[in-house]
């Protein structure tokens, strides 16, 4: 199941909903329980420039790929703080 996530200028993006859901806002917006227009859309409009969600984007799926990782191994930080540009960093 995928979802979209938009920008204030235009741009799209689709992520899976299991990696939109680490964001608890998102997950609030998309559940099937509520009556958000987001959930019946499958939409969710972000007030941010698409440079921004798309970074904001990858966080999430490094994220749901390292919380299935076991307790002891261990992520390092650096891993996806490299990949930001630091033209971006402040507003991330």
Do not use: Q
């Not at 979802?3 to 992520?15: N, Q, W």
């Not at 307790?71 to 930001?84: A, D, H, I, Q, W």
């Amino acid at each position: 199941d995928w979802v979209r996530i938009t920008s204030t200028d235009g741009f799209s993006f689709l992520v899976k909903r299991k990696v939109a859901w680490t964001s608890g806002t998102l997950k609030n917006m998309l559940s099937v329980d509520s009556d958000f227009r987001e959930a019946l859309a499958n939409t969710c409009p972000i007030n941010e420039r698409g440079v921004i969600i798309e970074k904001v984007c990858e966080y999430m799926a490094f994220k749901a790929y390292h919380e299935g990782m076991g307790p002891k191994e261990e992520v390092s930080v650096n891993e996806f703080t490299e990949r930001v540009p630091p033209e971006v960093a402040l507003e991330l």
